[in-house]
Nanobody, 123 residues
Framework: QVQLVESGGGLVQAGGSLRLSCAASGRTFSRNAMGWFRQAPGKEREFLAAIDWVSSTNYADSVKGRFTISRDNAKNTVYLQMSTLKPEDTAVYYC?????????????????WGQGTQVTVSS
């Protein structure tokens, strides 16, 4: 079956960087849109970034210029490079894959989800 497994989360000081990875298995997603979302306690799941099958990208305003999404189709993996992290970036970060080529910014547009990885940014 399809699995998305995130890794790379952890504790980092404000201003620091982290790189999240999302490895897919069970099928190839090289022709599919992929995305990253996050959810903080008591808040709704928030769109962060997406990449489509030709590697066009889209970002939420809250992370534009600080986060970069990329993909390695040979490894069936998508990445989220995060820099200049802030305490308000603290959340569980989720990878998602869609049964479509072009990205969406809403959670319902994605069909597969990882289990999430915790990112904590200390002040």
């Amino acid at each position: 079956q399809v699995q998305l497994v995130e890794s790379g989360g952890g504790l980092v000081q404000a201003g620091g960087s982290l790189r999240l990875s999302c490895a897919a298995s069970g099928r190839t997603f090289s022709r599919n849109a992929m995305g990253w979302f996050r959810q903080a306690p008591g808040k709704e799941r928030e769109f962060l970034a997406a990449i489509d099958w030709v590697s066009s990208t889209n970002y939420a305003d809250s992370v534009k210029g600080r986060f970069t999404i990329s993909r390695d189709n040979a490894k069936n993996t998508v990445y989220l490079q995060m820099s200049t992290l802030k305490p308000e970036d603290t959340a569980v970060y989720y990878c998602a894959a869609a049964d479509r080529r072009y990205y969406g910014t809403r959670a319902y547009e994605y069909d597969y989800w990882g289990q999430g990885t915790q990112v904590t940014v200390s002040s």
